[in-house]
């Protein structure tokens, strides 16, 4: 049997005190979408924060296709082919909407800062291309009538397909998405939807979601991890989930 793409193994995340994640172990496959869910303060972000090395766990281990990434650094971990996007929109307001997808290529350049500003044959090639990926990107996302825009010139909807369109950017294997339909209304949450869907099928890309629409959660996902005060109370499909009684209690009581 082939390893899991992502492994997370007695993840313990600590803060003077504060245990927000307790020794939390679950697995993820290649071209699966995975879902975290769990009530506000269930320990889902800082899940995220500890995978993309935003947060140096207190102890357990991160394993994404074998290799050990625990605790590196965010930029080695972008390398390594694991984007975000994040709660609260995270686009850069002063750049037009092609440069925000521009943000997404650097790490996948070779030249350095002396040949950029030199504007070398090898950097002028790269912005070649990452443009041309921009535009490809822009019109998959079918965005190309935005891109001399700035992101507050566009709905809410439209700058959260931005923010994922900068993930694909970074050539990523696996994106997480924290709350990608938070504020969207229902037409735009189908628009996300397939569009998750769709780049999963013709793309090869992973998915994990950090979601409280429930029912999207239930539509999307192949397995779902549910959290409750840092401790992992459900693993499994979207049909075992929601008939699991830990997970009903969490979320309506006993």
């Known amino acids: 049997m082939s390893s899991p793409m992502l492994e997370v193994t007695e993840l313990l995340m600590q803060f003077q005190g504060l245990t927000a994640l307790d020794r939390v172990s679950f697995s993820m496959d290649e071209g699966s979408i995975t879902s975290l869910m769990g009530p506000n303060g269930a320990g889902k972000t800082t899940m995220f924060n500890c995978i993309t090395g935003m947060y140096t766990p207190t102890s357990g281990q991160v394993h994404f296709r074998t290799q050990d990434i625990t605790a590196r650094p965010a930029y080695e971990v972008s390398r390594h082919g694991i984007a975000r996007t994040f709660q609260n929109l995270a686009l850069f307001s002063g750049l037009s909407v092609i440069d925000n ?3 997404g ?5 070779s030249s350095g800062v002396l040949q950029g500003a030199f504007k070398s044959p090898q950097a002028r090639k790269e912005q070649a291309q990452s443009l041309e990926a921009a535009y490809t990107v822009l019109d ?3 965005l190309t009538d935005t891109a001399k825009l700035l992101p507050g010139e566009l709905s809410y909807g439209r700058q959260k ?3 994922f369109g900068r993930a694909l950017m970074q050539k990523a294997k696996l994106v997480l998405l924290d709350e990608p339909m938070a504020g969207m209304s229902s037409s735009e949450k189908d628009v996300m939807t397939s569009l998750i869907k769709r780049v999963r099928r013709e793309m ?4 994990m979601l950090v979601e409280h629409d429930v029912p999207v959660i239930m539509d999307i996902s192949d397995k779902i991890v549910v959290l409750d005060f840092g401790k992992k109370i459900a693993e499994g499909t979207p049909s075992e989930v929601q008939n699991n009684p830990a997970v009903i209690a969490a979320y309506l009581g006993t």
Do not use: P
Not at 105 to 109: A, E, F, I, N, R
Not at 204 to 207: A, C, D, E
């Open 140 to 142: 998959y996302l079918g």
């Open 161 to 163: 397909q931005l923010e």
């Open 101 to 103: 997808l521009l943000v």
């Open 105 to 109: 290529s650097y790490l996948q350049g």
């Open 204 to 207: 090869g890309v992973s998915f």
